[in-house]
T-cell receptor, first 111, second 118 residues
Framework: GQQLNQSPQSMFIQEGEDVSMNCTSSSIFNTWLWYKQDPGEGPVLLIALYKAGELTSNGRLTAQFGITRKDSFLNISASIPSDVGIYFCAGQLDSNYQLIWGAGTKLIIKP | NAGVMQNPRHLVRRRGQEARLRCSPMKGHSHVYWYRQLPEEGLKFMVYLQKENIIDESGMPKERFSAEFPKEGPSILRIQQVVRGDSAAYFC????????????????FGEGSRLTVL
């Protein structure tokens, strides 16, 4: 089946550090969605991207739709404790509109 | 609360019993998706429904699992004769537009139903 490679799988960072994660695939996507899931909760939409090259911000979060339409990245600047959680990417395939999910990036902030 | 509503939040069943999970989509949304999540794992797509229709059930096991989204009322995910391996969090999401169109609708998730099979 179609696959999205999300990396890293987990990140251990210090409060205040910037964070970067990405999703890549061999397939072409027409939409990228980034979600965050807190423990015991459902995923919450952070950023939606609809055009190749699009760069969108939501507070300290910035995401980009790769120009090749095969990848996307999410950056978090100046991380704070409430940023901990699991971040998921999801891309909609251009070929059949199916939504494909990454396996998640677990963000842990070191005390 | 106009968000996606799931109930129950927690459900405990013994092996062989039935589990019914309910999902009311956001107001104005007619597309519902069910996902399953095991601890420390990602979301696994199960089924995509539109009112009274199953659009894509490719992620749902052929036996014991069924889903419906009737004209009136919530979407139901039903698991018959549950086994320990069914223990997981089941998330429902809804969207205003379906994934069959180029301009996809963003998915909004409920808080999940956590099934524990003893």
């Amino acid at each position: 089946g179609q696959q999205l490679n999300q990396s890293p799988q987990s990140m251990f960072i210090q409060e205040g550090e910037d964070v970067s994660m990405n999703c890549t695939s061999s397939s072409i996507f027409n939409t990228w969605l980034w979600y965050k899931q807190d423990p015991g909760e459902g995923p919450v939409l952070l950023i939606a991207l609809y055009k190749a090259g699009e760069l969108t911000s939501n507070g300290r979060l910035t995401a980009q739709f790769g120009i090749t339409r095969k990848d996307s990245f999410l950056n978090i600047s100046a991380s704070i404790p409430s940023d901990v959680g699991i971040y998921f990417c999801a891309g909609q395939l251009d070929s059949n509109y199916q939504l494909i999910w990454g396996a998640g990036t677990k963000l842990i902030i070191k005390p | 609360n106009a968000g996606v509503m799931q109930n129950p939040r927690h459900l405990v069943r013994r092996r062989g019993q039935e589990a019914r999970l309910r999902c009311s989509p956001m107001k104005g949304h007619s597309h519902v998706y069910w996902y399953r999540q095991l601890p420390e794992e990602g979301l696994k797509f199960m089924v995509y429904l539109q009112k009274e229709n199953i659009i894509d059930e490719s992620g749902m096991p052929k036996e014991r699992f069924s889903a419906e989204f009737p004209k009136e009322g919530p979407s139901i995910l039903r698991i018959q004769q549950v086994v320990r391996g069914d223990s997981a969090a089941y998330f429902c999401a809804s969207s205003q537009r379906g994934l069959s169109r180029r301009d996809t609708g963003e998915l909004f998730f409920g808080e999940g139903s956590r099934l524990t099979v003893l």
